[in-house]
T-cell receptor, first 114, second 111 residues
Framework: KAGVTQTPRYLIKTRGQQVTLSCSPI?????VSWYQQTPGQGLQFLFE???????NKGNFPGRFSGRQFSNSRSEMNVSTLELGDSALYLC?????????????FGEGSRLTVL | TQLLEQSPQFLSIQEGENLTVYCNSS?????LQWYRQEPGEGPVLLVT?????EVKKLKRLTFQFGDARKDSSLHITAAQPGDTGLYLC???????????FGPGTRLSVLP
């Protein structure tokens, strides 16, 4: 059974640019959550999508956005990149409508902003 | 806002030693999960506890959920280098739609 796939794994951008990250969930998983992980702040929740609808949103500025497609694949976008956006962005999926169980994480996309 | 604290932040021990890491909050959680994250990988679930006072054992790992469902501990017996990683606790709300993660305990087990 294929795991959660995130692309790209690594990317380098400069301040002011934008970036789009992709997450393909495990087959049958319909809930997709995004997290930002940094050494200083740990794992912070960005947003969660289920059936193409954003159900929950963390405390991040509007530069961070996401969407989910009908096949449950999800993308997140960060516009006007800042140095502080350098982080590991993790996608996590679950099969349930309500996220009462295990979060299956991808390996992450490591973003470096110069 | 629900917050989770973990201690210690860093732990370096010799192979064969025992250790306990803690996860604490002032909030009540309906469930609590422990994950381990290795370098270059995403977190992987170790266990979920849902009942106050619950104790679960997974080989050399023992997990306990506090009676009040506000805290949890992870005890590792006879640690091995393969146990090295970042241990994260995550608290879930009643609907399981929101998970709050602690900052993690970074464990290094030296051979």
């Amino acid at each position: 059974k294929a795991g959660v796939t995130q692309t790209p794994r690594y990317l380098i951008k400069t301040r002011g640019q934008q970036v789009t990250l992709s997450c393909s969930p495990i087959s049958g998983h319909r809930s997709v959550s995004w997290y930002q992980q940094t050494p200083g702040q740990g794992l912070q929740f960005l947003f969660e999508y289920f059936s193409e609808t954003q159900r929950n949103k963390g405390n991040f500025p509007g530069r961070f956005s996401g969407r989910q497609f009908s096949n449950s694949r999800s993308e997140m976008n960060v516009s006007t990149l800042e140095l502080g956006d350098s982080a590991l962005y993790l996608c996590a999926t679950t099969p349930l409508a309500r996220n009462t169980g295990e979060l299956f994480f991808g390996e992450g996309s490591r973003l470096t902003v110069l | 806002t629900q917050l989770l604290e973990q201690s210690p932040q860093f732990l370096s021990i010799q192979e064969g030693e025992n250790l306990t890491v803690y996860c604490n909050s002032s909030s009540v959680f309906s469930s609590l999960q422990w994950y381990r994250q290795e370098p270059g990988e995403g977190p992987v679930l170790l266990v979920t506890v849902v009942t106050g006072g619950e104790v679960k054992k997974l080989k050399r790992l023992t997990f306990q959920f506090g009676d009040a469902r506000k805290d949890s501990s992870l005890h590792i017996t006879a640690a091995q280098p393969g146990d090295t990683g970042l241990y994260l606790c995550a608290g879930g709300d009643n609907y399981g739609q929101n998970f709050v993660f602690g900052p993690g305990t970074r464990l290094s087990v030296l051979p």
